[in-house]
Each structure stands twice: as structure tokens, then as C-alpha cells.
């Protein structure tokens, strides 16, 4: 268990919707990423928070996705209009600040398609 | 820009035999990796990490060496078992301070699918 969980963990929606996905890491964990992975592919950053602070985006990160943590807990990641092309796995990862490592520990990740 | 790469994308051993995996990366400025492994439908899921300023670090069953000179990090799984099969990657750890905020990403490569035969 690495502390970090994700819901849903599958969605498939229809081109032209939008999908909210939600990360919830424990309280200790007070940085939090988004990544995204293709078939294939190692995980790709899109953005990170520093409690309630987004600190960091990717130009992955396009115009149709925001992503928020409003209490510095929990996070969520919304597309806006989805394409194809977002169709993707859609990981969350946490860790503290501080301390001996700077590993990053991931979630379940949510599987996106989108028809 | 700066990457991580693989060298194999697939590697096949026998159940017992020991399985090296291998890792290049071309960011000079990085002081921290580490090898995650993935299993279908799941997250990556930390295996073991390293620091620039160290050469070699040991787990349970795994060691990984760093090679600074070359720019080469590599993964020995000892005493292959089924259920390491897998897909195993590498990052590495970029992190810089700016405006009094700490910023962090990892950098994956794309990854080397390890199958283990009974």
C-alpha cells in the first residue's frame, strides 16, 4: 500500500465530454504529481503541488485540463472536451518534504479511453 | 532536452537465473534515481533508489549500480522469480529551489518488460 489512492479507476467517456479523477494521498504526503502514461511508455509529468499550491505544469498540460487541490489534500484532474488522444493512464503519485528520499510513490492510476 | 533512456526493451530469463536491466541517462545535473516496477494495470511501484553520490546500493534481492562516468544506471535482480515479471523503469529525479518554493519531477525512460520462465 502506498498510501495513495485514485478513483475512478477506469472511465470511458465519449469524445467531447468532461472527466474529473480524483487522487487522494495521506495526510503526511504534502507534495503531490499528475502523470500520464501511454501504452508503451514511461510515465510523463503534467503538473505538481506543493500543499494547496500548483507549483509546476508541463506543456503537456494543455488548455483543457486543470488540475486543483483546494484543502492541500486530496487532488483532482479535469479534462475539459476530451479527444482522443487523452485516452491514456492517468497516475497520481505523493511524497513529504524533507526526510531521507525523494521517492515518489504512486497510486492505482485512472485508464482513461475515450471512444 | 534531458532524457532517460533504456537500452533493452525486453529481457527473458529463466526462474533463478539473475536478470540485469539497464538504464542510460543524460542529465548530468540529476543527483537521484531511481527503478520502479510495473505491473499490468497498476502503478509503478518503488523498488530502489540511489544518490549521485553514491555507486552502489543494496536491497532484498536487488542492487543497483550508478555509473556517473558513462551516464549508466542498472538494476541486478538476483535470483529471478515469475512474479518479477514486469515492467521496470527507470527515473530520474530533477528538483531545484526557486523563490523560496521546492520544485520536483521524475523523468522516466520508456521502460524494459521483464519475463520470467518457470
Known amino acids: 500500500d502506498t498510501g495513495v489512492s485514485q478513483n475512478p479507476r477506469h472511465k470511458i467517456t465519449k469524445r467531447g465530454q468532461n472527466v474529473t479523477f480524483r487522487c487522494d494521498p495521506i495526510?503526511?504526503?504534502?507534495?503531490l504529481y499528475w502523470y500520464r502514461q501511454t501504452l508503451g511508455q514511461g510515465p510523463e509529468f503534467l503538473t505538481y503541488f506543493q500543499n494547496e499550491a500548483q507549483l509546476e505544469k508541463s506543456r503537456l498540460l494543455s488548455d483543457r485540463f486543470s488540475a486543483e487541490r483546494p484543502k492541500g489534500s486530496f487532488s483532482t484532474l479535469e479534462i475539459q472536451r476530451t479527444e482522443q488522444g487523452d485516452s491514456a493512464m492517468y497516475l497520481c503519485a505523493a511524497r513529504t518534504s524533507g526526510g531521507l528520499t525523494d521517492t515518489q510513490y504512486f497510486g492505482p492510476g485512472t485508464r482513461l479511453t475515450v471512444l | 532536452g534531458e532524457s532517460v533512456g533504456l537500452h533493452l526493451p525486453t529481457l527473458s530469463v529463466q526462474e533463478g537465473d539473475n536478470s540485469i536491466i539497464n538504464c542510460a541517462y543524460s542529465n548530468s545535473a540529476s543527483d537521484y534515481f531511481i527503478w520502479y516496477k510495473q505491473e499490468s494495470g497498476k502503478g509503478p511501484q518503488f523498488i530502489i533508489d540511489?544518490?549521485?553520490?553514491?555507486d552502489k546500493r543494496q536491497g532484498q534481492r536487488v542492487t543497483v549500480l550508478l555509473n556517473k562516468t558513462v551516464k549508466h544506471l542498472s538494476l541486478q535482480i538476483a535470483a529471478t522469480q515469475p512474479g518479477d515479471s514486469a515492467v521496470y523503469f527507470c527515473?530520474?529525479?530533477?528538483?531545484?529551489?526557486?523563490?523560496?518554493?521546492?520544485?520536483?519531477?521524475?523523468?522516466f525512460g520508456q521502460g524494459t518488460i521483464l519475463t520470467v520462465h518457470p
Open positions: 495526510s503526511e504526503h504534502n507534495r
Open positions: 527515473a530520474e529525479n530533477s528538483q531545484w529551489e526557486a523563490g523560496g518554493a521546492s520544485y520536483g519531477k521524475l523523468t
Open positions: 540511489i544518490r549521485s553520490n553514491m
